[in-house]
Nanobody, 125 residues
Framework: QVQLVESGGGLVQAGASLRLSCAAS????????MGWFRQAPGKEREFVSA????????YYADSVKGRFTISRDNAKNTVYLQMNSLKPEDTAVYYC??????????????????WGQGTQVTVSS
């Protein structure tokens, strides 16, 4: 199994920045890519960003392109999500997830087999 622990959420004002972290442990060799998803109340879980451990290929939802940056530290088995210019519509619980797939199809929750517990991000207007 792969254990994932997110941190870094909080309450900020619109325009502020936050950095989320996701530390992976356990059978991390089975993880080929890591993704960030978010879920607002009453809404479906939606893709935010993903990154491959090897090569560092990155993927972003259109709604966060240019504002969010995903990165990874392979030595620490940790993935980061730098979120700038936050908007009230970014308010959600943010989850990191691990994918064993190599084909780049990281936009759907079903492509991930391990999930963290989530961290709340609240952006006030």
């Amino acid at each position: 199994q792969v254990q994932l622990v997110e941190s870094g959420g909080g309450l900020v004002q619109a325009g502020a920045s936050l950095r989320l972290s996701c530390a992976a442990s356990g059978r991390t060799f089975s993880s080929y890519a890591m993704g960030w998803f978010r879920q607002a109340p009453g809404k479906e879980r939606e893709f935010v960003s993903a990154i491959k451990w090897s090569g560092g290929n990155t993927y972003y939802a259109d709604s966060v392109k240019g504002r969010f940056t995903i990165s990874r530290d392979n030595a620490k088995n940790t993935v980061y999500l730098q979120m700038n210019s936050l908007k009230p519509e970014d308010t959600a619980v943010y989850y990191c997830a691990s994918s064993p797939h190599t084909d780049g199809s990281y936009y759907y929750p079903g492509r991930y087999n391990y999930w963290g517990q989530g961290t709340q991000v609240t952006v006030s207007s």
